[in-house]
């Protein structure tokens, strides 16, 4: 930074402590950060909308099934010609990436995902990559508010509920819908639900959604608008809906997660490339509505007219039969996270929302047109009301994120007509997908490694330390060979601890410990210098630290298990020091006030 602006900044921080205080500071950039958010996911959506129009002229319209397939090859290769030329970093997907910052870099995110979404999800969304544009759009407002709080000097606490901030803002922007917004960033980002933090959140969601009406006024991504009744008897139809939202949600984690493995093998990005964007190509040249976003799709499907988003089908089958449209709909939840994690395993950028509100649209749809024409039912359902139940359901499912399931769809409808029937759905497929799953889409790598931040304070702050900082080095080692003379005068003597490793001369492996209590009674008899050795006094430590493996949960717990007040720690098989219970806990509570903000 030249100097000027550094003394610029320097004087305008001076200004603020003397001035403002602590909290008023946080509300403002609150404030400026859901603006920033809403301003990136206005560029994101018009870049998107532009090359989508360019694309979509006279020569899709004519020659529409041979460009489906060309397109998304085309557009994955910019892609990866943009990362390695232009960017050149992994630019990561959305909110994982964000969750990672916050769970092991402290809510640090690196300068070149401020743009890294911007340049490239456009381009994989607009040219057909079978994703959405929320995660991308949350990644760029969170790397804009972590750079922002990191130039303003503010903690790691600030900085994770600016995050929180961002993703709020990003979210209102994008659905004009606040609340829905602010309880997003509590549920996925697990935020401390507080007034400190709701306030900040709230003024985030306002900037957002301003700032989107100020570029789009009044238009909204899901025009809703609930017109059926919700009645008493319509409450077992939802449990079933709720039952096949729990298991359809299963199935898109366990096939997004299955392919994204897949994909992990392949170490060469241009084989990815080339088997992720002609699996795409084909997808999308049989399958059409699996193009891009699909809110096209889900609205026709809101306002009844299925048969305008099934045309385009290959197989030129006749609509008018009820069970071709239910089985060519079962089609595209079947086929839709394919296409999507196909997107993502070959390197385009963009986000599972908008695939799980296509999922689940079109799944509560089926579950609607089945039970209304199956011939068991005389009343029938609301497919509309299922529509927009069966987003949630997903939602809840999928995202684990069931209180913004709800309230998304409540207020997209514009009303809470459908409350219960959105809380029964909700509930019931979050409960089957917990029980088959552990984490979420967005959280599954992390919750497998043990770096996932939760809402519970403890595990979130254990998650938080990091063990290097709580290893003290500063023992002195002793060999099985070494007898009680050598001990005393090589390591009591000079050592001011009052533990001693005992290792293996060759390999540096752990043997054993030796504590100053075990050396008391024989290390003043002369006569037993030159008879005993190390390795009659030594004995196993009553558990063993892993600094590969361990995680800062597995060691407070070893150390609750064993009442030991230091433990050992390996390190690829050999030693490398010791942890102690009291630094362990001084650590932990630095930590806490840190994470707290207090």
């Known amino acids: 930074m030249p100097t000027k602006k550094r003394n610029l900044l320097t004087r305008f921080l001076i200004w603020r402590i003397k001035y403002i205080s602590q909290n008023q500071f946080v509300y403002l950039i609150a404030i400026v950060v859901g603006f920033l958010a809403g301003v990136g996911a206005v560029i994101l959506k018009n870049l998107t909308h532009f090359i989508q129009h360019l694309l979509e002229g006279n020569l899709v319209q004519y020659y529409h099934t041979a460009f489906y397939f060309v397109f998304p090859i085309l557009g994955l290769t910019l892609v990866y010609f943009i990362i390695k030329y232009v960017i050149r970093q992994r630019v990561s997907h959305g909110i994982p990436s964000t969750l990672f910052a916050i769970s092991k870099r402290k809510g640090l995110i690196k300068r070149y995902q401020m743009i890294g979404s911007i340049l490239t999800a456009p381009i994989t969304v607009g040219f057909g990559g079978s994703v959405g544009l929320e995660g991308p759009t949350v990644a760029t407002g969170a790397a804009l508010s972590s750079n922002l709080s990191r130039i303003l000097h503010l903690n790691q606490a600030n900085r994770t509920l600016l995050i929180g901030c961002a993703a709020a803002g990003a979210m209102a922007s994008i659905f004009k819908a606040p609340i829905a917004a602010l309880i997003f960033a509590i549920e996925v980002f697990s935020l401390d639900l507080?007034?400190?933090?709701?306030?900040?959140?709230?003024?985030?969601?306002?900037?957002g959604i301003l700032t989107s009406y100020f570029f789009f006024g009044s238009d909204v991504l899901l025009p809703f608008k609930n017109t059926d009744a919700f009645y008493l008897s319509d409450v077992p139809f939802y449990m079933l809906l709720g039952l096949a939202a729990g298991f359809t949600s299963v199935y898109f984690t366990k096939v997004y997660a299955g392919i994204q493995a897949f994909f992990e093998k392949i170490k060469s990005p241009g084989k990815r490339l080339l088997i992720g964007g002609v699996g795409l190509g084909v997808l999308i040249y049989f399958i059409p509505p699996l193009y891009?976003?699909?809110?096209?799709?889900?609205?026709?499907?809101?306002?009844?007219?299925?048969?305008?988003?099934?045309?385009?089908?290959?197989?030129?089958?006749?609509?008018?039969?009820?069970?071709?449209?239910?089985?060519?709909?079962?089609?595209?939840?079947?086929?839709?996270?394919?296409?999507?994690?196909?997107t993502f395993g070959a390197g385009g950028v963009?986000?599972?929302?908008?695939?799980?509100?296509?999922?689940?649209s079109i799944m509560g749809n089926v579950v609607a047109k089945i039970l209304n024409n199956c011939g068991l039912f005389p009343n029938g359902v609301s497919?509309?009301?299922?529509?927009?139940?069966?987003?949630?359901?997903?939602?809840?499912?999928?995202?684990?994120?069931?209180?913004?399931?709800?309230?998304?769809?409540?207020?997209?409808?514009?009303?809470?007509?459908?409350?219960?029937?959105?809380?029964?759905?909700?509930?019931?497929?979050?409960?089957?997908?917990?029980?088959?799953?552990?984490h979420s889409v967005y959280a599954m790598e992390l919750g497998r490694k043990g770096d996932l931040i939760t809402h519970n304070k403890?595990?979130?702050?254990?998650?938080?330390?990091?063990?290097?900082?709580?290893?003290?080095?500063?023992?002195?080692?002793?060999?099985?060979?070494?007898?009680?003379?050598?001990?005393?005068?090589?390591?009591?003597?000079?050592?001011k601890r009052n533990l001693f490793p005992v290792l293996n001369k060759t390999t540096n492996s752990l043997e054993g410990i030796i504590l100053l209590?075990?050396?008391?009674?024989?290390?003043?008899?002369?006569?037993?210098?030159?008879?005993?050795?190390?390795?009659?006094?030594?004995?196993?430590?009553?558990?063993?630290?892993?600094?590969?493996?361990?995680?800062?949960?597995?060691?407070?717990?070893?150390?609750?298990?064993?009442?030991?007040?230091?433990?050992p720690v390996i390190n690829e098989g050999k030693y490398y020091g010791f942890v102690s219970k009291s630094k362990l806990l001084t650590a932990y509570r630095r930590k806490l006030i840190d994470f707290s903000g207090k």
């Open 517 to 567: 209590d075990d050396l008391r009674p024989v290390m003043f008899d002369q006569n037993l210098y030159e008879e005993v050795t190390a390795k009659e006094l030594m004995h196993h430590p009553p558990d063993i630290i892993n600094l590969q493996e361990d995680k800062m949960t597995d060691v407070m717990k070893k150390f609750q298990d064993t009442g030991a007040w230091n433990l």
């Open 194 to 207: 507080t007034l400190a933090s709701m306030l900040p959140l709230l003024l985030a969601s306002i900037s």
């Open 292 to 342: 891009g976003e699909g809110f096209d799709v889900i609205n026709n499907l809101v306002k009844g007219n299925p048969e305008i988003a099934l045309e385009n089908n290959i197989f030129q089958l006749e609509l008018s039969s009820i069970w071709v449209v239910i089985a060519l709909l079962a089609g595209l939840v079947f086929f839709k996270i394919i296409a999507s994690a196909l």
């Open 383 to 438: 497919e509309s009301n299922f529509t927009l139940v069966g987003m949630t359901g997903l939602m809840a499912g999928v995202l684990y994120a069931p209180l913004t399931a709800i309230f998304l769809i409540a207020e997209v409808t514009g009303g809470y007509e459908l409350f219960i029937p959105l809380m029964i759905t909700a509930a019931i497929s979050f409960s089957i997908t917990k029980y088959f799953i552990p």
């Open 458 to 495: 403890d595990h979130a702050v254990l998650t938080l330390m990091d063990i290097q900082t709580v290893i003290e080095r500063d023992f002195i080692s002793i060999y099985p060979e070494m007898n009680l003379g050598e001990i005393v005068h090589q390591a009591i003597v000079k050592s």
């Open 350 to 360: 963009g986000g599972i929302f908008a695939p799980v509100l296509f999922m689940g």
